[in-house]
């Protein structure tokens, strides 16, 4: 059996002008990654009201409940969002939700006790102290497993502080081309991509760099290393929301079992691509998985 995969943070609705999906970048990457056959533990907390209990049941399906929390005093979490006419969401994101006080309880040891193979964490629930300091005290009990920050960085909910925290905590990165300007003002340093990049690295520690940039490809680091793709298939996009999770989860997928850096470009480009053709953030039919799954051989499980 695969090692547990830990994924810390928001779960939320996205609601859409005429429909609406769970989402959250945190669930996004953990629904892949169940879907991919890794035993996947989100470690959420949602609100004790309609939306979470339409969660809970939907949970329940396919990843589980046991690490996701339910508060009787703050609502579950979720997001307005609208699509311009490139399929580019805006969102607005509400505040002092259940996901931004997740509590270091029991099930949360017990994840951690599974000897997990990697821990995915973003920015958007370490806004409050609450959820932040859970996340640091998981972190300090690692004792092995990788440790992937997705920046994710939304609106004005970050800080240098968290940031700097969360790279210090990493061993592998991922961020879009705004997401690499944003961090560049924040640490004062506008010099090259590449330069900025491998100075982060070399700061603090990092294995893996991934850098995308939407149709015009993305760049993988590791060490001193640098690979990159522009081949970006065309496609008909209905909206990119979550495309950026669905490249992550192939990111670490990649990682973890030691496919060579120009093969993790490829699929993750090929996956997250795929995923800019249906509505939302994830898929609702599990057969959009199915002409990936021999990546990860479990096509010939039975998936």
């Not at 951690?112 to 300090?140: E, W």
Request: with cysteine.
């Amino acid at each position: 059996m695969k090692k547990a995969i830990l994924c810390f943070g928001e779960i939320l609705y996205d609601i859409f002008p005429s429909y609406r999906r769970i989402g959250g970048a945190p669930f996004n990457f953990a629904y892949h990654m169940h879907a991919f056959g890794f035993h996947t533990i989100l470690i959420s907390r949602i609100g004790d009201d309609r939306n979470g209990h339409e969660m809970v049941h939907l949970l329940k399906k396919g990843i589980g409940t046991k690490s996701v929390q339910i508060d009787s005093l703050h609502d579950t979490g979720k997001v307005m969002v609208q699509i311009d006419g490139k399929g580019i969401p805006d969102f607005q994101i509400m505040k002092d939700v259940a996901y931004d006080y997740i509590e270091y309880d029991n099930t949360v040891r017990e994840a951690l006790s599974r000897d997990p193979a990697l821990i995915y964490f973003g920015t958007l629930a370490q806004r409050n102290r609450v959820s932040h300091s859970t996340l640091g005290k998981m972190l300090s009990m690692n004792q092995s497993a990788k440790t992937l920050y997705d920046i994710n960085l939304r609106e004005d909910y970050f800080t240098k502080e968290i940031v700097e925290w969360s790279l210090s905590a990493a061993d592998i990165v991922k961020l879009n081309e705004d997401e690499l300007k944003t961090c560049k003002s924040l640490f004062q340093d506008f010099s090259p991509d590449k330069s900025f990049i491998l100075s982060l690295m070399k700061r603090f520690g990092l294995e893996w760099f991934c850098l995308t940039r939407g149709d015009r490809g993305s760049e993988l680091f590791h060490g001193q290393d640098h690979f990159a793709t522009n081949r970006v298939p065309e496609r008909r996009v209905i909206d990119t929301v979550g495309s950026g999770d669905a490249y992550t989860a192939i990111l670490a997928i990649g990682i973890l079992n030691q496919w060579e850096p120009e093969t993790i470009l490829l699929r993750a480009t090929d996956f997250s691509g795929a995923l800019c053709t249906i509505p939302g953030a994830i898929p609702e039919d599990l057969g959009f998985y199915k002409p990936y799954l021999s990546w990860t051989g479990e096509e010939t499980n039975g998936r």
